[in-house]
């Protein structure tokens, strides 16, 4: 079979790359296209064009991306239409995939539509649910409490676990090998500085993560600070680095990613995945996020949502502190990681709530990617 997968981003290339694997031990003969990142690649996948492409968020950055996004959507509809796959599979980037998936489907194609990763309809765009039976046919989600804003609305959806819990972070060397490798004393404790895998989050967070480790460096000599980093946007981050004081060193890859997290003591990180993969390998964080003003104002009215954070909303309580817009700033970032450092009570409840999120997320007792793989496969022999 003939399988078109599509990632828009670096966290959807990871999830493309399990299911790569999945499909493999399930479909021996099987042959991948479509578009996907460093991880894919690392499989034999060929990628029609660069995922970092695709990158961007926020408003304002899109507006002057919209030639070059609509030009890579056209040659991903060409591709599709040359290669007849047996399914496409789009994973999370729900903005690009849609449109992928409404063109698809004007077509007249017949071929089975999927999407992995159900959009965040519970916190906003709520009437997204009701329609995205109109051009896809399965949806695959992350979290059990999902299926249920879809399935009433006439599109089948499976929940598969979230893929987290298989990743190569929770998954990784035995602690240690990073400070092994890098010859870290056992005396220095290591920070982690993860600022985002998009060129937007790089600018937006970066400058202010920079700024409160200056701070923090002068109170706790102790740390080592590490930033790892992924392709698309490392020549930012070196460069933004070397006009800093801040002695960071820098990593790529996803050995030297995982094996940092599992060696790291606390963390400064974009909202996101990334967090989440933080509380399952248990290590202290804090997370903040901010957008461009004209951005806020427009998607404000839209935000239904009490926690951007997904251990915090796993929990339905505060574990983790959300430094968003305003609040992004080098003070309040500062004073969060001081009482992480110094174990203080805000340490004590996080350690205790990864726990509940670990037994949540079902550590141990399933593979979502198996999962996905299996649902993928069972449906496609139903048609």
């Not at 290669?83 to 489907?105: G, N, Q």
């Not at 400070?179 to 004393?185: L, S």
């Not at 290590?283 to 461009?292: E, G, N, R, S, T």
Request: overall charge positive.
């Amino acid at each position: 079979m003939k399988y078109y997968l599509i990632a828009g981003e670096p966290s959807g290339d990871a999830l493309g790359a399990r299911l790569i694997e999945a499909l493999r031990r399930k479909d021996k003969d099987a042959q991948f296209f479509g578009i996907g990142g460093d991880s894919m690649k690392a499989l034999g996948f060929s990628s029609l064009f660069d995922i970092s492409e695709l990158a961007v968020m926020g408003i304002m950055e899109v507006i002057p991306s919209i030639p070059r996004i609509l030009k890579r959507m056209n040659q991903t509809i060409a591709e599709i239409k040359s290669l007849k796959p047996d399914v496409i599979i789009t994973i999370d980037s729900w903005s690009f995939c849609a449109r992928i998936h409404k063109k698809i489907r004007k077509l007249h194609l017949n071929i089975p539509q999927v999407h992995y990763v159900a959009p965040q309809v519970w916190a906003w765009k709520k009437k997204r649910a009701r329609t995205m039976y109109k051009y896809i046919d399965l949806l695959l989600t992350l979290f059990p409490n999902e299926p249920q804003y879809f399935i009433p609305n006439h599109l089948p959806a499976v929940f598969v676990g979230h893929p987290v819990i298989e990743s190569a972070v929770v998954n990784a060397a035995p602690k240690g090998t990073f400070r092994e490798r890098h010859n870290i004393p056992a005396d220095k404790r290591i920070m982690l500085i993860l600022p985002g895998s998009r060129h937007n989050e790089v600018k937006n967070l970066l400058p202010d993560f920079l700024n409160a480790i200056h701070k923090l460096s002068a109170e706790y000599p102790d740390f080592v600070y590490v930033l790892p980093t992924v392709s698309t946007v490392a020549a930012r981050v070196k460069k933004m680095l070397a006009n800093s004081t801040v002695p960071a060193l820098v990593v790529e890859g996803e050995q030297e990613r995982r094996s940092a997290f599992q060696d790291a003591d606390a963390a400064i990180a974009a909202s996101g995945t990334v967090a989440l993969e933080l509380a399952i390998v248990k290590v202290p964080h804090i997370v903040a996020y901010k957008v461009p003003k004209l951005t806020e104002l427009l998607v404000r009215n839209f935000l239904h949502f009490r926690f951007i954070n997904l251990s915090n909303i796993l929990l339905n309580r505060l574990i983790v502190p959300e430094l968003l817009q305003n609040h992004c700033n080098p003070e309040n970032i500062a004073f969060y990681m001081r009482q992480l450092i110094e174990k203080q009570p805000l340490y004590n409840s996080q350690i205790e709530g990864f726990e509940q999120v670990r037994k949540i997320l079902g550590m141990g007792e399933q593979i979502p990617s198996d999962n996905a793989a299996a649902a993928i496969l069972n449906f496609i022999r139903k048609q």
